[in-house]
């Protein structure tokens, strides 16, 4: 075979690959048939649970006069969440997110023995988050995508107490960050599990969420 005749046929299959290649990564990475998603969650309080609301010891070396009041019984109602998300490319989607959680809790007082004296029921607070998120796919297929993502937006924070001027409710910064998530998909239906923290805060001394909502769970749709 001429020389000529092998470096035309080269090149033509140099050509055909790189059209090949081409057209895969334009299946893969080019038009986007279903860019909205919409994905309802549950998120865990385990940070809540094991640092911040823990009940007290109760004192039992005190006169029956002296009184303390406790914060017992307490129920955590989870974060509830749901987040709209419209993906620019396979890479890259931005959305909104509102998330919901809450504490209750009874006062209790107590007497320097122990004993309760009297308990003020249904005590609570709440957390209303309302942010925009960005979410960053580096692993993308048709069964399985792996991700990360942040947010940043506000807090509303209101229940049965009052900050120091008084007021029921108060406004605070929010971040939440997703450290690393993963999603199995079946055609448009998705599972989801994400890890990271949601934190919300008005400034250094009033903090009303910590490192919330480590793990998350979700389910959604893509259209």
Not at 44 to 57: G, R, S
Not at 69 to 94: G, L, N, P
Not at 138 to 144: G, Q, S
Not at 164 to 188: D, E, I, L, R
């Amino acid at each position: 075979m001429r020389p000529v005749m092998q470096k035309r046929i080269i090149f033509s299959l140099f050509a055909l690959c790189a059209l090949a290649c081409g057209m895969s990564a334009e299946n893969r990475w080019g038009v986007i048939d279903r860019p909205h998603e919409i994905r309802v969650g549950w998120g865990d309080q385990l940070f809540e649970t094991l640092m911040w609301h823990k009940p007290n010891a109760v004192i039992t070396s005190m006169p029956t006069t002296w009184q303390k009041t406790y914060k017992e019984d307490f129920v955590y109602s989870q974060h509830i969440w749901v987040e709209y998300h419209y993906r620019f490319k396979y890479w890259v989607s931005f959305g909104g997110m509102i998330d919901c959680s809450g504490v209750q809790w009874d006062d209790v007082i107590r007497d320097g023995s122990g004993a309760e004296v009297g308990r003020q029921k249904n005590q609570h607070f709440f957390n209303l988050v309302i942010m925009p998120t960005v979410r960053f796919t580096y692993f993308h297929h048709p069964n399985v995508n792996l991700y990360s993502g942040l947010g940043l937006g506000l807090d509303i924070n209101g229940g049965t107490e009052t900050d120091a001027k008084g007021k029921h409710t108060a406004v605070g910064a929010a971040v939440n960050v997703t450290v690393f998530g993963v999603s199995a998909n079946y055609k448009q239906y998705f599972a989801t599990v994400d890890f990271g923290g949601l934190t919300a805060l008005q400034n250094a001394n009033v903090i009303y969420m910590a490192v919330s909502r480590m793990m998350n769970i979700s389910l959604g749709m893509r259209f």
